[in-house]
Protein backbone atom coordinates (compact mmCIF):
# COMPACT_ATOMS: atom_id res chain seq x y z
CA UNK A 1 0.00 0.00 0.00
CA UNK A 2 1.50 3.40 -1.26
CA UNK A 3 2.10 5.83 2.09
CA UNK A 4 2.90 9.51 2.20
CA UNK A 5 3.23 11.19 5.40
CA UNK A 6 4.51 14.52 6.08
CA UNK A 7 5.39 16.40 8.78
CA UNK A 8 7.65 18.70 10.45
CA UNK A 9 4.78 21.58 10.05
CA UNK A 10 4.09 24.29 12.68
CA UNK A 11 3.78 27.77 13.69
CA UNK A 12 6.81 30.42 13.24
CA UNK A 13 7.23 34.00 12.90
CA UNK A 14 8.29 35.63 9.71
CA UNK A 15 11.99 35.43 8.22
CA UNK A 16 12.33 32.02 10.43
CA UNK A 17 12.77 28.73 9.01
CA UNK A 18 11.01 25.04 8.94
CA UNK A 19 12.07 22.12 7.64
CA UNK A 20 9.20 19.87 6.30
CA UNK A 21 9.81 15.91 5.22
CA UNK A 22 7.88 13.25 3.89
CA UNK A 23 8.17 9.60 4.58
CA UNK A 24 7.56 7.15 1.61
CA UNK A 25 6.65 3.22 1.57
CA UNK A 26 4.86 1.23 -0.77
CA UNK A 27 6.59 2.24 -3.86
CA UNK A 28 10.48 2.04 -4.94
CA UNK A 29 11.10 5.59 -3.43
CA UNK A 30 14.31 6.12 -5.58
CA UNK A 31 12.82 5.80 -9.06
CA UNK A 32 10.01 8.01 -8.12
CA UNK A 33 9.59 12.03 -9.37
CA UNK A 34 8.49 14.13 -5.81
CA UNK A 35 7.06 17.03 -5.45
CA UNK A 36 5.78 19.80 -2.51
CA UNK A 37 2.82 21.31 -3.35
CA UNK A 38 0.65 23.55 -1.19
CA UNK A 39 -2.76 25.09 -0.59
CA UNK A 40 -3.29 28.24 1.33
CA UNK A 41 -6.05 28.52 3.78
CA UNK A 42 -9.50 28.41 1.36
CA UNK A 43 -7.35 28.69 -1.69
CA UNK A 44 -6.20 26.43 -4.75
CA UNK A 45 -3.09 23.92 -5.27
CA UNK A 46 0.47 26.09 -6.42
CA UNK A 47 2.95 23.35 -7.09
CA UNK A 48 6.22 24.43 -5.15
CA UNK A 49 8.82 22.28 -6.07
CA UNK A 50 10.02 18.92 -8.19
CA UNK A 51 13.05 16.52 -7.70
CA UNK A 52 13.92 13.81 -9.64
CA UNK A 53 14.58 10.31 -8.32
CA UNK A 54 18.68 10.86 -8.55
CA UNK A 55 18.17 14.58 -7.61
CA UNK A 56 19.39 15.00 -10.91
CA UNK A 57 16.70 17.38 -11.92
CA UNK A 58 15.79 20.11 -9.03
CA UNK A 59 12.95 22.66 -9.68
CA UNK A 60 10.86 25.70 -8.02
CA UNK A 61 8.19 27.76 -8.70
CA UNK A 62 8.77 31.57 -8.65
CA UNK A 63 7.47 32.37 -5.53
CA UNK A 64 9.89 30.20 -3.50
CA UNK A 65 12.78 30.45 -5.30
CA UNK A 66 15.88 31.65 -3.77
CA UNK A 67 14.32 30.83 -0.22
CA UNK A 68 13.21 26.89 -0.27
CA UNK A 69 15.37 24.22 -1.30
CA UNK A 70 14.17 20.54 -1.72
CA UNK A 71 15.96 17.57 -0.98
CA UNK A 72 15.73 13.94 -0.77
CA UNK A 73 17.51 11.02 0.99
CA UNK A 74 16.42 7.21 -1.20
CA UNK A 75 18.47 5.51 1.67
CA UNK A 76 15.33 6.61 4.26
CA UNK A 77 12.66 6.65 1.89
CA UNK A 78 12.17 10.16 2.50
CA UNK A 79 11.94 13.62 1.10
CA UNK A 80 12.19 17.01 2.39
CA UNK A 81 11.61 20.87 1.92
CA UNK A 82 13.79 23.35 3.94
CA UNK A 83 12.13 26.56 4.04
CA UNK A 84 14.07 29.71 4.63
CA UNK A 85 13.07 33.56 5.06
CA UNK A 86 9.65 32.52 5.58
CA UNK A 87 6.55 35.01 4.74
CA UNK A 88 3.26 35.40 5.91
CA UNK A 89 1.79 34.14 2.38
CA UNK A 90 3.85 31.11 2.93
CA UNK A 91 1.16 29.71 5.37
CA UNK A 92 -0.72 26.37 4.12
CA UNK A 93 -0.96 22.96 4.38
CA UNK A 94 1.73 21.36 2.01
CA UNK A 95 1.52 18.56 0.85
CA UNK A 96 3.99 15.93 -0.94
CA UNK A 97 3.06 13.54 -4.26
CA UNK A 98 4.23 11.24 -6.28
CA UNK A 99 4.32 12.02 -9.99
CA UNK A 100 4.03 9.46 -12.38
CA UNK A 101 0.94 9.36 -14.93
CA UNK A 102 -0.09 12.96 -12.80
CA UNK A 103 -0.07 13.07 -8.90
CA UNK A 104 -0.61 9.48 -8.50
CA UNK A 105 -0.57 9.39 -4.62
CA UNK A 106 -0.52 12.76 -1.95
CA UNK A 107 0.05 12.49 1.66
CA UNK A 108 -2.35 14.16 3.75
CA UNK A 109 -0.49 17.49 4.34
CA UNK A 110 1.20 19.27 7.19
CA UNK A 111 -0.05 22.86 8.07
CA UNK A 112 3.01 26.06 8.33
CA UNK A 113 1.57 28.64 9.70
CA UNK A 114 3.89 31.82 9.59
CA UNK A 115 2.93 34.51 11.65
CA UNK A 116 3.96 37.19 13.95
CA UNK B 1 5.81 29.93 -17.83
CA UNK B 2 2.11 29.40 -18.96
CA UNK B 3 -1.35 29.50 -16.84
CA UNK B 4 -3.68 27.44 -16.60
CA UNK B 5 -7.32 29.12 -16.44
CA UNK B 6 -10.69 27.47 -14.99
CA UNK B 7 -14.10 29.29 -14.10
CA UNK B 8 -14.75 29.85 -10.53
CA UNK B 9 -17.88 27.59 -9.78
CA UNK B 10 -20.57 25.19 -11.96
CA UNK B 11 -23.59 24.30 -10.29
CA UNK B 12 -26.10 21.10 -11.62
CA UNK B 13 -28.59 18.81 -10.38
CA UNK B 14 -27.68 15.40 -9.39
CA UNK B 15 -28.21 13.07 -12.31
CA UNK B 16 -27.75 16.10 -15.43
CA UNK B 17 -24.00 16.36 -16.80
CA UNK B 18 -21.27 18.92 -16.28
CA UNK B 19 -18.21 19.94 -17.94
CA UNK B 20 -15.46 21.83 -16.73
CA UNK B 21 -13.19 23.24 -18.50
CA UNK B 22 -9.25 24.71 -18.49
CA UNK B 23 -8.31 26.75 -20.85
CA UNK B 24 -4.03 27.12 -21.43
CA UNK B 25 -2.16 30.37 -22.24
CA UNK B 26 1.06 30.35 -23.26
CA UNK B 27 1.28 27.47 -25.20
CA UNK B 28 -0.48 24.40 -26.90
CA UNK B 29 -2.60 22.64 -24.39
CA UNK B 30 -2.06 19.21 -26.58
CA UNK B 31 2.12 19.80 -26.05
CA UNK B 32 2.00 18.33 -22.14
CA UNK B 33 -0.53 15.96 -21.06
CA UNK B 34 -2.88 17.66 -18.38
CA UNK B 35 -4.64 16.09 -15.38
CA UNK B 36 -7.59 16.35 -13.24
CA UNK B 37 -7.88 16.16 -9.40
CA UNK B 38 -11.00 15.62 -7.14
CA UNK B 39 -10.76 17.28 -3.53
CA UNK B 40 -13.68 17.43 -1.05
CA UNK B 41 -13.56 19.53 1.81
CA UNK B 42 -10.60 18.34 4.65
CA UNK B 43 -8.85 15.92 2.12
CA UNK B 44 -5.79 15.50 -0.02
CA UNK B 45 -6.74 15.81 -3.90
CA UNK B 46 -6.83 12.82 -5.45
CA UNK B 47 -6.86 12.00 -9.24
CA UNK B 48 -9.76 11.23 -11.26
CA UNK B 49 -8.25 11.89 -14.96
CA UNK B 50 -4.52 11.36 -15.85
CA UNK B 51 -2.85 12.63 -19.29
CA UNK B 52 -6.37 14.39 -21.08
CA UNK B 53 -8.52 11.15 -20.91
CA UNK B 54 -7.55 8.42 -18.79
CA UNK B 55 -8.75 6.94 -15.81
CA UNK B 56 -7.24 5.93 -12.96
CA UNK B 57 -8.51 2.26 -11.80
CA UNK B 58 -11.39 3.28 -9.00
CA UNK B 59 -12.52 6.11 -10.94
CA UNK B 60 -15.94 5.14 -11.98
CA UNK B 61 -16.46 5.99 -15.91
CA UNK B 62 -19.07 8.56 -15.25
CA UNK B 63 -15.95 10.67 -15.37
CA UNK B 64 -14.34 11.53 -19.15
CA UNK B 65 -11.14 13.92 -20.09
CA UNK B 66 -10.53 15.82 -23.26
CA UNK B 67 -8.47 18.54 -24.78
CA UNK B 68 -9.83 20.93 -28.39
CA UNK B 69 -6.96 22.00 -29.63
CA UNK B 70 -8.99 24.82 -31.17
CA UNK B 71 -10.11 26.26 -28.12
CA UNK B 72 -6.52 25.50 -26.31
CA UNK B 73 -8.67 23.92 -23.85
CA UNK B 74 -8.57 20.69 -21.72
CA UNK B 75 -12.13 19.64 -20.21
CA UNK B 76 -13.61 17.14 -17.79
CA UNK B 77 -16.74 15.99 -17.74
CA UNK B 78 -18.74 14.39 -15.03
CA UNK B 79 -22.19 12.29 -16.11
CA UNK B 80 -25.58 11.02 -13.87
CA UNK B 81 -23.83 13.46 -11.50
CA UNK B 82 -24.39 12.59 -7.59
CA UNK B 83 -24.22 14.72 -4.55
CA UNK B 84 -20.65 12.74 -3.85
CA UNK B 85 -19.43 14.60 -6.50
CA UNK B 86 -19.70 17.93 -5.27
CA UNK B 87 -16.42 18.82 -4.58
CA UNK B 88 -13.37 21.30 -5.49
CA UNK B 89 -11.69 20.32 -9.33
CA UNK B 90 -8.01 20.96 -10.58
CA UNK B 91 -6.46 20.92 -13.95
CA UNK B 92 -3.21 20.41 -13.89
CA UNK B 93 -0.71 20.40 -17.01
CA UNK B 94 3.42 20.77 -17.24
CA UNK B 95 6.50 22.06 -19.11
CA UNK B 96 10.09 21.44 -19.13
CA UNK B 97 10.76 22.92 -15.71
CA UNK B 98 7.23 23.75 -14.36
CA UNK B 99 4.09 22.20 -13.25
CA UNK B 100 0.84 24.14 -13.26
CA UNK B 101 -2.54 24.17 -11.06
CA UNK B 102 -5.85 26.09 -12.55
CA UNK B 103 -7.32 27.71 -10.04
CA UNK B 104 -9.66 25.33 -9.10
CA UNK B 105 -13.77 25.08 -9.89
CA UNK B 106 -16.53 24.86 -7.47
CA UNK B 107 -18.55 22.14 -8.36
CA UNK B 108 -22.14 22.10 -6.33
CA UNK B 109 -24.87 19.58 -6.82
CA UNK B 110 -27.91 20.61 -5.90
Known amino acids: QVRLVESGGGLVKPGGSLRLSCTASGFTFSDSYMSWIRQAPGKGLEWVSY????????YYGDSVKGRFTISRDNAKNSLYLQMNSLRVEDTGVYFC?????????WGQGTLVTVSS | NFMLTQPHSVSESPGKTVTISCTRSGGSIASNYVHWYQQRPGTSPTIVIY?????PSGVPDRFSGSIDSSSNSASLTISGLKTEDEADYYCQSYDTTNRVFGGGTKLTVL
Open chain 1, 97 to 105: AREYRGYEQ
Open chain 1, 51 to 58: ISGSSYMI
Open chain 2, 51 to 55: EDNQR
